[in-house]
């Protein structure tokens, strides 16, 4: 199975309230970390190789992995990549390790029900350069339905983004590499690239995805964890 690059140098600017002290990766659902989940959605559907792209208070990401009883039988590597690189000078830095070919890549701040295994067999079915896991997200705000005279014909308590977003787990070749330098931000130039050379194919999850960008984010997951219904909790 391949190489799993998550992105942890985050400082989590939209959670002072729990980042004062920790990085973003650290900050917990249930008791524990959103990394600790991000890791065990890849690590129940057959993935055992982690690279750790770390940044702000690594050491305390390294610590975690140390300590935090994570499943038997994973690599896990922690690899300090600067404390404000940006996203693709991150990947960059991983370069030497990533050079085995594929590698999959995503956030730690973002858990989903994706299917990982149908997203690396669509990804092997188009060929390209890279795959991108794009979601429908909730928006925050109930939306007003208007008809032709501007009339409100009614209301809808927030519906689904009718768009697509980057919904974070993506699958790289490892060419990809060669879009990336240190400055890069790898939602922007490299992925802009990949896309106007038809080199970059979007994975539509339809189930369940949420970011913890903000507090409120942070209180729902907690919530859906606290209540039994996480879900992106595939494993016993």
């Known amino acids: 199975m391949h190489d799993v690059v998550i992105l942890c140098g985050g400082h989590g600017t939209r959670l002072r309230e729990q980042t004062q002290s920790i990085p973003k990766a650290l900050v917990e659902i249930g008791g524990r970390p959103i990394l600790w989940h991000v890791i065990r959605i890849y690590a129940e559907q ?4 982690f690279l750790l792209a770390t940044g702000h208070r690594g050491e305390l990401i390294e610590r975690f992995v140390r300590e935090d009883g994570l499943p038997d039988g994973l690599a896990i590597e922690c690899v300090p990549t600067g404390e404000d690189t940006p996203t693709g000078g991150r990947v960059a830095r991983l370069g030497d390790r990533l050079r085995g070919g594929r590698f999959c890549l995503t956030y730690a701040d973002g858990v989903a029900d994706v299917d990982l295994r149908a997203e690396l067999a669509f990804h ?25 005279d501007a009339r409100v014909a009614g209301f809808e308590e927030k519906p689904r983004f009718d768009g697509w977003v980057n919904g974070g787990f993506f699958v790289f070749e490892e060419s990809v590499l060669g879009l990336l330098d240190e400055t890069s931000v790898l939602e922007r130039e490299p992925l802009e690239r990949l896309a106007v050379a038809g080199e970059l194919r979007a994975f539509r999850h339809t189930g369940f995805w949420e970011c913890m960008d903000t507090y409120k984010d942070a209180v729902l997951l907690n919530e859906l964890w606290s209540a039994g219904r996480a879900p992106w909790k595939r494993w016993r």
């Open 124 to 148: 092997e079915g188009h060929g390209q350069r890279g795959t991108m896991t794009v979601v429908q997200p909730r928006l925050q705000f109930g939306v007003a339905r208007l008809d032709g």
């Open 46 to 49: 057959g993935f055992r190789r």
